[in-house]
């Protein structure tokens, strides 16, 4: 079974819709992460957890807002979805305090708003 | 700002020769550096890590660092199309694991 998981893996909506979108580890790691990826952009680091009360924003916060339920799940809202949020977004993880900062990611949701 | 910059490419090479991936970083207290493989529609995944000044092999793959000149390169030995790819570098930002993405060169292995 994926390390990191998301769900869902395609999600096509329409503008004003409110969308969440999930990612579950099963690696027992302490920080979690949300990237949007968009073509000849690369990576861009919308928000991350370093634990279930840190929370911080990245790069790119604007329309969205996260949730970390619990230690191996955090979640991505989008309040009122708009077309430029079609992307390519991926949860990632990274190990626990004090250890690597390599970063382990799920197999990405891709995100169509018309 | 930091920044970490790639040639976007793409770069094209002979199946069986060495192909040569550079990424320069703008932070001198950076003190990680990652190499991801991304094929296309899939997510990133870990070539090399390298976190010392000189040379790391693993494989086929070889990742140089320079801290002075602030640069990080990865070498593929025996180019396969297998390896035909996106390849992103990221340098890590300060202490804080997070990490500054470049936005990646397309390798292309020519049979």
């Known amino acids: 079974d994926a390390d990191v998981t998301q769900t869902p893996r395609n999600r096509i909506t329409k503008t004003g819709k409110r969308i969440m979108l999930e990612c579950s580890q099963t690696?027992?790691?302490?920080?979690m992460y949300w990237y949007r990826q968009d073509p000849g952009l690369g990576l861009r680091l919308i928000y991350y957890s370093f634990d279930v009360k840190d929370i911080n924003k990245g790069e790119i916060s604007d329309g969205y807002s996260v949730s970390r339920q619990a230690q191996a799940k955090f979640s991505l809202s989008l309040e009122s979805a708009i077309p430029n949020q079609t992307a390519l977004y991926f949860c990632?993880?990274?190990?626990?305090?004090?250890?690597?900062?390599?970063?382990?990611f799920g197999p990405g949701t891709r995100l169509t708003v018309l | 700002q930091k920044e970490v910059e790639q040639n976007s490419g793409p770069l094209s090479v002979p199946e069986g020769a060495i192909a040569s991936l550079n990424c320069t970083y703008s932070d001198r207290v950076s003190q990680s550096f990652f190499w991801y493989r991304q094929y296309s529609g899939k997510s990133p995944e870990l070539i090399m890590s390298?976190?010392s000044n000189g040379d790391k092999e693993d494989g086929r793959f070889t990742a140089q660092l320079n801290k002075a000149s602030q640069y990080v390169s990865l070498l593929i030995r025996d180019s396969q199309p297998s390896d035909s790819a996106t390849y992103l570098c990221a340098v890590n930002l300060d202490s804080n694991y997070q990490l500054i993405w470049g936005a990646g060169t397309k390798l292309i292995i020519k049979p």
């Open positions: 990632a993880t990274s190990g626990v305090a004090g250890t690597t900062d390599t970063q382990y």
């Open positions: 690696k027992g790691h302490d920080r």
């Open positions: 390298i976190y």
